[in-house]
């Protein structure tokens, strides 16, 4: 009795990021002789590879970094970039799905933790100007929060077409159960996704409810020096201990 | 179902607009759904609505989507979508628009939107642009770029109580009272145009040369000012005035040029206090202008000289100082001057037939301009009085023909108590005057005065202890002078002040019939929702039957299939035993 639209199912695009610019997030984090270095960015996968090389020479006479760092920080970015294109041959079906994006990042002394709804299928999407209005709108002055943001998006968006794609081709893998393997892909999916037909359907308001307006409000922090030296100093503390932890285990495995 | 109750309908400066709470709008955009009552109620809405949403974005309706919004949003209305439809557009742009006019005077920011509704960031941001762009969010905040003058459209606001710096006083007396003050303040501009609100907004932003810049002191100047001839750059008058001292411009090129530019504005720009003060200062002072600068102090030399020239009796003044120092011939025909009377006084016949002061004033005049003739100079230089098309004073004076015999009676009686009581030398002079033209007007009495005049004027000529009483009759003169003016425009304010008390009852009027007006609206409003509701109710309820109907038949039917016992009936529509039983 019901009249839904009708189930959107467009042609399929090459893989890609499913945002109106096709930038990949990089992120870099890279220890040495004492040393970290930290930071992400987006690149142009179309850009040409010699300019990864040029781009680390370029950070690491900026930073002032030791010039070991420019070829573990090419090679970074040359393995996040292969991984990148591993996919790009496959194809990416865009299907309508809403999925709750979530913001947890402290940027020097700013922390931000906020959750909103993005349209994986949307191709005019656009982190960065999402994350400059955020700003905005919260006058975060730090200028370094708005990309971090951004690339903070797109490294979700990037999860979310990577398992897409993977799901698709269990699918196909498992064409010969047909139907029952579809819709069951499709249940899978959309478990971390919303119901749309749920949400947008006919019956529900798309006004959320007041009690729940909280949940999906940006919540900025602005610490102090010491607070945030004390928690770089945690982090650090963290990292070697993984570090360590990793070690044995290693250890053990070769022992073994 | 949710009731179809009219939102509260607000009307106030703070809010400043009519508008529908989501609410409302939400069971009312269910019933678009329904094509039976989609006519009736957009009818209804869009005759309560749109008239009050009108500004840039005068396209907006509450219950319809828009083409341009079709257009800028196409994302929206391509369907195939489930979290892009236009029904969930429209709810994001209500649920917005409301957002925004809970507190307009705060700017509502994209993030405060996104978390109270269920969606895409991306593509509600794009209809939190849009709607910013279209100045249906945020347009009256001021945030740098936002606030522009395109922001104030027409908006609706009700101003209550009268408007800013209109001051209406009772009765002509009083007027003529208050004029008395203003006159006894002093070098103040007393007379001053009220800010009116309708005034500023109209015309702002094109006060005619405002953004002058003059070329030599670099401070702004009106239009009331000089521009220098040979050189085409803009000058204020200050540094003309230096110039004309230093002798770079030609004196006998600034008394006429700067007349033809005055001739326009500087009239506005001399309040009745300063032409009143410029007038004593001339009796006082006679030739000396800087005497007479520091007198006026408000104006400098220039100015007061073309002032006293556009004033309709400039040149009787210019005379009587000039018969006063010189003391010259004086023989010269009356009749001449009969017509340039005519613009102080038009109608001089109804002022003789109700006051015989009024008459007096005129025969003094007429014999002050006897005196004055001899000077060609003058009269050659400056445009005959007739001329000064735009004289403050003679637009005066024609106001104060308007008016009706008694109110001019009364405008004179308080000008001449107000000048006694400004100066007592007046009070004698009038009552000189009085006495000794208490008989009504009759001609031998004017030639009995002119030639009392002449006598007088002669004497002066002889002997030098006549020109006491001449200046004494002069003296009585100007203050009838003044009386005349006074009277005239305590005329013309008691006219204005009809006028004014007439336009405010219409305003009344109208606002009363706008209210009335907005209170029918609202009860047909009221009517029609209360109508659809029962409609609605009813045709719920006959669908209901009708469900109950449906669903009892094809119980029906499914019995009787079962007792049939025909298998697999989807499959045949119909069963070739029933095709046969129809005739062929």
Same mark, same amino acid.
């Given at each position: 009795?019901?009249?839904?639209?009708?189930?959107?199912?467009?042609?399929?695009?090459?893989?890609?990021?499913?945002?109106?610019?096709?930038?990949?997030?990089?992120?870099?984090?890279?220890?040495?002789?004492?040393?970290?270095?930290?930071?992400?960015?987006?690149?142009?996968?179309?850009?040409?590879?010699?300019?990864?090389?040029?781009?680390?020479?370029?950070?690491?006479?900026?930073?002032?970094?030791?010039?070991?760092?420019?070829?573990?920080?090419?090679?970074?970015?040359?393995?996040?970039?292969?991984?990148?294109?591993?996919?790009?041959?496959?194809?990416?079906?865009?299907?309508?799905?809403?999925?709750?994006?979530?913001?947890?990042?402290?940027?020097?002394?700013?922390?931000?933790?906020?959750?909103?709804?993005?349209?994986?299928?949307?191709?005019?999407?656009?982190?960065?100007?999402?994350?400059?209005?955020?700003?905005?709108?919260?006058?975060?002055?730090?200028?370094?929060?708005?990309?971090?943001?951004?690339?903070?998006?797109?490294?979700?968006?990037?999860?979310?077409?990577?398992?897409?794609?993977?799901?698709?081709?269990?699918?196909?893998?498992?064409?010969?159960?047909?139907?029952?393997?579809?819709?069951?892909?499709?249940?899978?999916?959309?478990?971390?996704?919303?119901?749309?037909?749920?949400?947008?359907?006919?019956?529900?308001?798309?006004?959320?409810?007041?009690?729940?307006?909280?949940?999906?409000?940006?919540?900025?922090?602005?610490?102090?020096?010491?607070?945030?030296?004390?928690?770089?100093?945690?982090?650090?503390?963290?990292?070697?201990?993984?570090?360590?932890?990793?070690?044995?285990?290693?250890?053990?495995?070769?022992?073994? | 179902?949710?009731?179809?109750?009219?939102?509260?309908?607000?009307?106030?400066?703070?809010?400043?607009?009519?508008?529908?709470?989501?609410?409302?709008?939400?069971?009312?955009?269910?019933?678009?759904?329904?094509?039976?009552?989609?006519?009736?109620?957009?009818?209804?809405?869009?005759?309560?609505?749109?008239?009050?949403?009108?500004?840039?974005?005068?396209?907006?309706?509450?219950?319809?989507?828009?083409?341009?919004?079709? $257009?800028?949003?196409?994302?929206?209305?391509?369907?195939?979508?489930?979290? $892009?439809?236009?029904?969930?557009?429209?709810?994001?742009?209500?649920?917005?628009?409301?957002?925004?006019?809970?507190?307009?005077?705060?700017?509502?920011?994209?993030?405060?939107?996104?978390? @109270?509704?269920?969606?895409?960031?991306?593509?509600?941001? #794009?209809?939190?642009?849009?709607?910013?762009?279209?100045?249906?969010?945020?347009?009256?905040?001021?945030?740098?770029?936002?606030?522009?003058?395109?922001?104030?459209?027409?908006?609706?606001?009700?101003?209550?109580?009268?408007?800013?710096?209109?001051?209406?006083?009772?009765?002509?007396?009083?007027?003529?009272?208050?004029?008395?003050?203003?006159?006894?303040?002093?070098?103040?501009?007393?007379?001053?145009?009220?800010?009116?609100?309708?005034?500023?907004?109209?015309?702002?932003?094109?006060?005619?040369?405002?953004?002058?810049?003059?070329?030599?002191?670099?401070?702004?100047?009106?239009?009331?000012?000089?521009?220098?001839?040979?050189?085409?750059?803009?000058?204020?008058?200050?540094?003309?005035?230096?110039?004309?001292?230093?002798?770079?411009?030609?004196?006998?090129?600034?008394?006429?040029?700067?007349?033809?530019?005055?001739?326009?504005?500087?009239?506005? @720009?001399?309040?009745?206090?300063?032409?009143?003060?410029?007038?004593?200062?001339?009796?006082?002072?006679?030739?000396?202008?800087?005497?007479?600068?520091?007198?006026?102090?408000?104006?400098?030399?220039?100015?007061?000289?073309?002032?006293?020239?556009?004033?309709?009796?400039?040149?009787?003044?210019?005379?009587?100082?000039? =018969?006063?120092?010189?003391?010259?011939?004086?023989?010269?025909?009356?009749?001449?001057? #009969?017509?340039?009377?005519?613009?102080?006084?038009?109608?001089?016949?109804?002022?003789?037939?109700?006051?015989?002061?009024?008459?007096?004033?005129?025969?003094?005049?007429?014999?002050?301009?006897?005196?004055?003739?001899?000077?060609?100079?003058?009269? $050659?230089?400056?445009?005959?009085?007739?001329?000064?098309?735009?004289?403050?004073?003679?637009?005066?004076?024609?106001?104060?023909?308007? @008016?009706?015999?008694?109110?001019?009676?009364? &405008?004179?009686?308080?000008?001449?108590?107000?000048?006694?009581?400004?100066?007592?030398?007046?009070?004698?002079?009038?009552?000189?005057?009085?006495?000794?033209?208490?008989?009504?007007?009759?001609?031998?009495?004017?030639?009995?005065?002119?030639?009392?005049?002449?006598?007088?004027?002669?004497?002066?000529? $002889?002997?030098?202890?006549?020109?006491?009483?001449?200046?004494?009759?002069?003296?009585? =003169?100007?203050?009838?002078?003044?009386?005349?003016?006074?009277?005239?425009?305590? &005329?013309? &304010?008691?006219?204005?002040?009809?006028?004014?008390?007439?336009?405010?009852?219409?305003?009344?009027?109208?606002?009363?019939?706008?209210?009335?007006?907005?209170?029918?609206?609202?009860?047909?409003?009221? #009517?029609?929702?209360?109508?659809?509701?029962?409609?609605?109710?009813?045709?719920?309820?006959?669908?209901?039957?009708?469900?109950?109907?449906?669903?009892?038949?094809?119980?029906?039917?499914?019995? #009787?299939?079962?007792?049939?016992?025909?298998?697999?009936?989807?499959?045949?529509?119909?069963?070739?035993?029933?095709?046969? =039983?129809?005739?062929?």
């Amino acid at each position: 009795m019901k009249s839904h639209p009708p189930c959107s199912s467009k042609t399929p695009v090459r893989f890609r990021m499913p945002t109106a610019e096709n930038l990949i997030p990089i992120r870099l984090d890279i220890e040495n002789e004492g040393q970290r270095f930290k930071d992400s960015f987006t690149w142009n996968p179309t850009d040409p590879d010699s300019e990864v090389i040029s781009f680390a020479k370029r950070t690491v006479k900026d930073l002032k970094l030791p010039p070991i760092f420019i070829t573990q920080i090419s090679q970074s970015i040359h393995s996040q970039l292969a991984e990148f294109r591993s996919y790009e041959g496959q194809e990416m079906h865009l299907k309508e799905r809403i999925v709750p994006i979530k913001l947890d990042i402290r940027v020097n002394n700013t922390v931000l933790r906020d959750q909103f709804l993005w349209d994986i299928s949307n191709l005019e999407s656009d982190p960065e100007e999402f994350a400059r209005t955020l700003c905005k709108d919260l006058d975060i002055e730090d200028l370094e929060v708005g990309p971090t943001i951004a690339v903070c998006i797109r490294e979700q968006l990037f999860e979310i077409a990577i398992q897409g794609v993977a799901s698709a081709r269990e699918s196909r893998v498992g064409k010969k159960g047909r139907r029952g393997a579809e819709s069951f892909i499709n249940s899978k999916m959309s478990s971390s996704s919303l119901d749309l037909v749920k949400l947008f359907g006919s019956k529900g308001s798309v006004v959320r409810k007041r009690k729940d307006w909280y949940l999906y409000e940006p919540i900025v922090d602005i610490l102090s020096n010491e607070e945030a030296e004390a928690l770089d100093a945690r982090e650090v503390r963290n990292a070697r201990l993984k570090k360590k932890l990793d070690e044995k285990e290693d250890s053990f495995q070769e022992r073994s | 179902m949710r009731g179809c109750r009219p939102g509260n309908v607000e009307n106030g400066s703070s809010t400043r607009y009519l508008y529908l709470p989501v609410s409302l709008t939400y069971p009312l955009s269910l019933l678009l759904l329904s094509p039976i009552f989609s006519l009736n109620t957009k009818e209804l809405l869009g005759l309560s609505f749109s008239s009050v949403i009108d500004w840039n974005a005068g396209w907006f309706k509450w219950d319809e989507i828009h083409e341009s919004e079709r $257009r800028s949003l196409p994302e929206f209305f391509e369907g195939g979508s489930y979290s $892009r439809s236009p029904r969930v557009y429209k709810e994001y742009r209500d649920f917005i628009i409301n957002k925004y006019r809970e507190d307009p005077s705060k700017r509502l920011t994209f993030t405060d939107v996104r978390k @109270c509704v269920v969606g895409d960031v991306g593509s509600l941001r #794009k209809v939190f642009l849009f709607l910013e762009k279209w100045g249906l969010i945020n347009f009256s905040v001021s945030d740098g770029k936002q606030q522009s003058e395109e922001d104030d459209g027409p908006v609706v606001i009700v101003e209550v109580g009268p408007a800013a710096g209109v001051r209406v006083v009772s009765g002509s007396s009083s007027s003529s009272s208050s004029f008395v003050d203003s006159a006894q303040a002093g070098g103040e501009s007393a007379f001053r145009l009220p800010p009116l609100t309708s005034y500023s907004d109209a015309f702002g932003e094109w006060k005619p040369g405002s953004g002058l810049i003059c070329g030599f002191c670099g401070g702004h100047y009106r239009s009331g000012l000089n521009e220098s001839l040979n050189a085409g750059i803009a000058m204020c008058s200050k540094c003309l005035h230096k110039d004309t001292g230093n002798g770079k411009i030609e004196d006998d090129l600034t008394p006429n040029d700067h007349v033809d530019a005055k001739d326009q504005s500087s009239a506005t @720009c001399w309040t009745d206090t300063e032409t009143l003060l410029l007038l004593e200062a001339v009796l006082k002072h006679g030739d000396d202008w800087d005497l007479i600068a520091q007198h006026v102090r408000t104006k400098n030399k220039l100015d007061c000289i073309s002032r006293l020239i556009h004033l309709p009796f400039g040149d009787h003044m210019l005379g009587t100082i000039s =018969t006063k120092s010189n003391n010259a011939n004086l023989i010269t025909p009356l009749v001449e001057y #009969k017509p340039s009377l005519q613009v102080l006084n038009d109608n001089p016949q109804e002022f003789t037939e109700t006051n015989g002061d009024q008459q007096v004033e005129i025969n003094k005049v007429e014999g002050i301009e006897t005196a004055s003739q001899d000077h060609p100079v003058k009269r $050659r230089c400056f445009p005959p009085f007739t001329d000064t098309t735009n004289s403050f004073m003679k637009q005066v004076a024609s106001f104060s023909t308007v @008016c009706g015999p008694h109110v001019a009676a009364v &405008a004179l009686d308080a000008a001449i108590k107000a000048l006694c009581q400004e100066n007592p030398c007046a009070k004698l002079a009038f009552e000189t005057n009085a006495d000794k033209m208490a008989k009504p007007i009759s001609p031998p009495y004017i030639n009995e005065f002119k030639g009392d005049i002449k006598f007088e004027d002669g004497d002066a000529k $002889r002997n030098k202890q006549a020109a006491y009483v001449s200046e004494k009759s002069f003296g009585a =003169t100007t203050f009838q002078v003044r009386a005349a003016i006074a009277t005239s425009l305590a &005329a013309a &304010a008691a006219r204005a002040k009809l006028a004014a008390d007439q336009e405010e009852r219409e305003m009344e009027l109208l606002m009363a019939s706008i209210i009335q007006a907005q209170l029918k609206k609202l009860q047909y409003k009221m #009517k029609h929702l209360m109508e659809i509701e029962l409609i609605m109710e009813k045709e719920l309820s006959y669908v209901q039957q009708m469900k109950e109907f449906v669903l009892e038949e094809w119980v029906n039917l499914l019995e #009787k299939l079962f007792e049939a016992g025909i298998p697999r009936w989807r499959d045949q529509v119909f069963p070739k035993t029933l095709l046969h =039983t129809f005739p062929l």
